[in-house]
């Protein structure tokens, strides 16, 4: 079977990180729960800047989100254009400074 990645990218510019995490964690669930009914090959990943993974996602309400809802995460540096971590279905992810580009 093949798998079909869809990415939603999410930039949390609000001054309240908590409020962007409630609605990309909202958004995220929903597209998943229509994509599980129209599309069993389908993986959804949460697409976040680096700075937001490190914010939030970091904290201990971040983890817990991750973990309870399993979210599949793909962390970007849209400076270098580069994929930092790629993190399916809640798994621990290493440290961004061991997946650093020089």
């Known amino acids: 079977m093949t798998w079909v990645r869809k990415f ?33 090959d389908c993986l959804l990943y949460l697409a976040i800047p680096r700075a937001t993974y490190q914010g939030i996602f970091s904290e201990p309400i971040g983890t817990l989100i991750v973990n309870k809802y399993r979210l599949n995460l793909l962390v970007f540096d849209a400076k270098n254009i580069a994929l930092i971590i790629l993190n399916k279905n809640g798994q621990s992810t290493p440290s961004l400074e061991s997946r650093d580009r020089p």
């Open 8 to 40: 939603k990218i999410k930039g949390f510019t609000s001054r309240s990180a908590i409020a962007d995490l409630e609605q990309a964690l909202g958004q995220y669930l929903l597209y998943r729960a229509v994509l599980e009914e129209v599309r069993e």
